[in-house]
């Protein structure tokens, strides 16, 4: 079992629209969780940490499940400008970060 | 956030030719830095963990004696592609770890273009 999980998509969704993605993790004693957010051709940008049950940042909000052991995101009210992959990563005991594939989002005017 | 630099941004050499991206942190000390490729449209595949003052640790099927990396300072780490062919042509990413071990997070560099004729 991979140790990061993700949806790959695409989700396609139209401007204004609320959409969600889901990321799994297989260690239960991870400890601190984020989204990046990658444009094309660029580097990963850091959008969200998750260290407890969920972070809320604007139209953003990431929540934590660890019984499930998974992170969700949130995006509301959704722009053309939120068009970009986001990848979920997990920060494990032994300090290692084990990456999702990432999931592709293109918001549609 | 934390500020990561990366230099250069695009590089076009020659097959056979070594090439050296420099991965710095601009306003914080990175005791681990990290090193990616990425191909189109694929995922991040970590390369290599360079430690500040140690032996840079290599993931598996990662050659260390054709991507040398050297992490001299608290602020810099670079990888030296050597002996470059088309194949090694990608997106070459290093991050920076900031923060206690509970808050780590990683901070990207803007990447490195290289591509090998």
């Known amino acids: 079992r991979k140790e990061v999980e993700q949806d790959p998509g695409p989700f396609n969704v139209p401007e204004g629209a609320t959409v969600a993605f889901n990321c799994t993790y297989s260690?239960?004693?991870?400890?601190?969780f984020f989204w990046y957010r990658q444009d094309c051709r660029k580097e990963p940008k850091l959008l969200m940490s998750?260290?407890?049950s969920g972070n809320e940042d604007g139209r953003f909000t990431a929540q934590l499940n660890r019984a499930s052991q998974y992170i969700s995101l949130l995006i509301r009210d959704s722009k053309l400008s939120d068009s970009a992959t986001y990848l979920c990563?997990?920060?494990?005991?032994?300090?290692?970060?084990?990456f999702g594939t990432g999931t592709s989002l293109t918001v549609i005017p | 956030g934390a500020v990561v630099s990366q230099h250069p941004s695009r590089v076009i050499c020659k097959s056979g030719t070594s090439v050296k991206i420099e991965c710095r942190s601009l306003d914080f000390q990175a005791t681990t830095m990290f090193w990616y490729r990425q191909f189109p449209k694929k995922s991040l595949m970590l390369m290599a963990t360079?430690?500040?003052?140690?032996?840079?640790?290599?993931e598996q099927g990662v050659e260390k004696d054709k991507f040398l990396i050297n992490h001299a300072s608290l602020t810099l780490s670079t990888l030296t592609v050597t002996s470059a062919h088309p194949e090694d042509s990608s997106f070459y990413i290093c991050s920076a770890r900031w923060g206690t071990s509970y808050t780590d997070t990683q901070y990207f560099g803007p990447g490195t273009r290289l591509t090998v004729l």
């Open positions: 360079s430690n500040e003052g140690s032996k840079a640790t290599y």
């Open positions: 260690n239960s004693a991870s400890q601190s």
């Open positions: 990563v997990v920060n494990s005991p032994g300090n290692q970060f084990y």
């Open positions: 998750v260290y407890s």
